[in-house]
């Protein structure tokens, strides 16, 4: 059964800092990878997706990398802002199982200005 | 209205009521899902309904029934639940299909239940 664990739970930092979000997933024979953003209360919004083809992909100040073998993924946020203040989720796609995501239990992120 | 929309928002019932709860999105998708959110759990799905084809997580109580009458809308039909049952219920939806890759999926805001 597929697992995914992301460390740390919680994250504080100051604004401006880079940061490293953790994934990681015990079974590599994944399709792909996602990572998502929730704001408190609200629904999930897709950040960035990699194919398990894929090394990376980057959206503006997001870049995400996968390394299938060992079963890591990880976001690096660059010069965060308040704004970024939410709960990261990232979620792997095992293959022949259709669209059925396995989700970790979030970085829950606060950017103080 | 826009992408996946979900009511209600906020629910309050007791464990002998009978409630339902409706998604529906706008994107013109053909997969929809039913997700459960638990206080330090991690996001769990429950239903899946891809291509006209329903797929279950096995561990949901049968207190909790889907029904996908369309690709546009999907409920979860709620009965005699448990003060356990209360978390956020998200709906989801993706365009599903071979031979392109699957789409991300697009989630609804949720509705946040209470089961007293």
């Known amino acids: 059964k597929q697992e995914v664990t992301q460390i740390p739970a919680a994250l504080s930092v100051p604004e401006g800092e880079n940061l490293v979000l953790n994934c990681s997933f015990t079974d590599s024979a994944i399709y792909n990878l996602q990572w998502f953003r929730q704001d408190p209360g609200k629904g999930l919004t897709s950040l960035l997706l990699?194919?398990?083809?894929?090394r990376e992909q980057t959206s503006g100040r997001l870049n995400a990398s996968l390394d299938k073998s060992s079963g890591r993924s990880t976001l690096y946020i660059a010069a965060s802002q308040p704004g970024d203040s939410a709960t990261y989720l990232c979620a792997v796609r095992p293959h022949n199982a259709g669209n059925m995501l396995t989700f970790g239990g979030g970085t829950r992120l606060m950017v103080k200005p | 209205e826009t992408g996946v929309t979900q009511t209600p928002r906020h629910l309050v019932m007791g464990m002998t009521n009978k409630k339902s709860l409706k998604c529906e999105q706008h994107l013109g998708h053909n997969a929809m899902y039913w997700y459960k959110q638990s206080a330090k759990k991690p996001l769990e799905l429950m239903f899946v309904y891809s291509l006209e084809e329903r797929v279950e997580n096995n561990s949901v109580p049968s207190r909790f029934s889907p029904e996908c009458p369309n690709s546009s809308h999907l409920f979860l039909h709620l009965h005699t639940l448990q003060p356990e049952d209360s978390a956020l219920y998200l709906c989801?939806?993706?365009?599903?299909?071979?031979?392109?890759?699957?789409?991300?999926?697009?989630f609804g805001p949720g509705t946040r239940l209470t089961v007293l």
């Open positions: 989801a939806s993706s365009q599903d299909g071979l031979p392109n890759p699957p789409d991300t999926q697009y």
């Open positions: 990699i194919q398990s083809s894929q």
